[in-house]
């Protein structure tokens, strides 16, 4: 039981370019979410997912895409990279039990240059 | 929307002392989650409150619910470095009042222990 899974943990990208963080969960969790993680800005969220095919925007979604084809899989896109996007990107899962507890991956830095 | 604010900030503490970092809801609190993260590293989940007056403990860690003062508290004994890193709260998702699934944090409390 791996729980929650990011890769990659490092990237450094260009302005201007797109790449996927992928999101993989092996406890059929049914909610996915992801969040970003900045200096005196804490944990924010930028897109989730209730289930299969089913997304929702979060606090900051704006130069994000995500989709949900599988219950175990849920990867951010990002189209067009700003240096704004410079982050600790975190994925999480919570099951539906009562205490809505959420279960994180460890994370992907990413640098836009 | 609910703020949740934690106190101090950054903590340094000699290794052995007891130490206690508050965290702080500008709304009424329904549940309240604690995670510990360390550098470059995710969260991981500690413990979470549900009821007023709740307190649950792990090893050294004591976490206590006041929902009156719409507070929480994170209580450390005796500390080791290996309870160093960044501890954050995180307020029940159910306090957005809409969505049940939109988990607010605070901005995190930074601990060192020296040994």
């Known amino acids: 039981n791996a729980g929650v899974t990011q890769t990659p943990k490092f990237q450094v990208l260009k302005t201007g370019q797109s790449m996927t963080l992928q999101c993989a969960q092996d406890?059929?969790?049914?909610?996915m979410s992801w969040y970003r993680q900045d200096p005196g800005m804490g944990l924010r969220l930028i897109h989730y997912?209730?289930?299969?095919?089913?997304?929702d925007q979060g606090e900051v979604p704006n130069g994000y895409n995500v989709s949900r084809s599988t219950t175990e899989d849920f990867p951010l896109r990002l189209l067009s990279a700003a240096p704004s996007q410079t982050s600790v990107y975190f994925c999480?899962?919570?099951?539906?039990?009562?205490?809505?507890?959420?279960?994180f991956g460890p994370g992907t830095r990413l640098t836009v240059l | 929307s609910q703020e949740l604010e934690q106190s101090p900030q950054s903590l340094i503490v000699q290794e052995g002392k007891n130490l206690t970092i508050n965290c702080t809801s500008s709304?009424?609190?329904?549940?309240l989650y604690w995670y510990k993260q360390k550098y470059g590293e995710g969260l991981i989940f500690l413990m979470m409150l549900q009821k007023g007056g709740e307190e649950k403990s792990h090893e050294k860690i004591t976490a206590k619910l006041d929902e009156k003062k719409q507070q929480s508290s994170l209580h450390i004994t005796a500390s080791q470095p290996s309870h160093a890193g960044i501890y954050l709260c995180g307020a029940d998702p159910r306090n957005s009042g809409g969505s049940n699934y939109k988990l607010t944090f605070g901005k995190g409390t930074l601990l060192t222990v020296n040994p």
């Open positions: 709304k009424t609190l329904y549940g």
């Open positions: 406890m059929n969790h049914e909610y």
């Open positions: 999480a899962s919570r099951g539906e039990d009562l205490s809505y507890t959420q279960y």
């Open positions: 997912s209730v289930g299969a095919g089913i997304t």
